[in-house]
Every structure is written in C-alpha cells, then in structure tokens.
C-alpha cells in the first residue's frame, strides 16, 4: 500500500485541520489505518485508528475527545480531523496501514509525515 499523507499546517490554539491521506497500490478496504505522531526529540507515539470496515476506532487519551477518525473505502482516504488543537499536538503525523492496528502496533506500511503545528 502507497499512501501519501496531506493537511498540514501552522494553525493556533483552540483551531482545527483535518489531514488526509491517500492510499494507492493494494485493496484499501482490506486495511485498518491509523494515524501517528512525532514531536521533536520524542518517539512516534499512536493518535487513532479506524477498522477495515469503520465500524471501529480507537484512540490515544490525549487525543480523546477533540480527535476524529474516518475513512472513505469508494476514494481510498482516511481522514483526521483536529478540533480544540493544542501547542502540544504539534508534530510530524503520519499515516499508516496494517490488518489490524493498535497502539502498541508497528505496521509495515507508512506514508510521509505531514507537519502540523501548533502557536500558543
């Protein structure tokens, strides 16, 4: 699966971004997809991640509440929309593919990261 990330960008507090990203190459129904992050200086952690069918999702406490998954298997995108967005969201998130996806997930496909930051 090629997938190719998009949506970022320099926003402040209190402001919402939706990213996209754009899966090619394999059956994107037959994935779970799940968006991660790295701030500066930290490990990539996990945000969410949506069911082949999206029927379920999941999501890091820290992003509870303000996060939004979603897919759309007829274009081939996942969405992440970013409400309520705080200096400490910023990072580089990334897209991600995998049969089934959890935070403590390592999946074998990624797209390149798209930056979001985050002024206070």
């Known amino acids: 699966v090629q997938l190719q990330a998009s949506g970022g960008g320099l926003v402040q507090a209190g402001s919402s971004l939706r990213l996209s990203c754009a899966a090619s190459?394999?059956?994107?129904?037959?994935?779970?997809m799940g968006w991660f992050r790295q701030a500066p200086g930290k490990d990539r952690e996990f945000v969410a991640a949506i069911s082949w069918s999206g029927t379920f999702t999941s999501y890091a406490d820290s992003v509870k509440g303000r996060f939004t998954i979603s897919r759309d298997n007829i274009k081939n995108t996942v969405f992440l929309q970013m409400n309520s967005l705080k200096p400490e969201d910023t990072a580089v998130y990334y897209c991600a593919a995998d049969r089934v996806i959890t935070k403590e997930t390592k999946p074998p496909f990624w797209g390149r990261g798209t930056q979001v930051t985050v002024s206070s």
């Open positions: 190459g394999r059956t994107f129904s037959n994935y779970a």
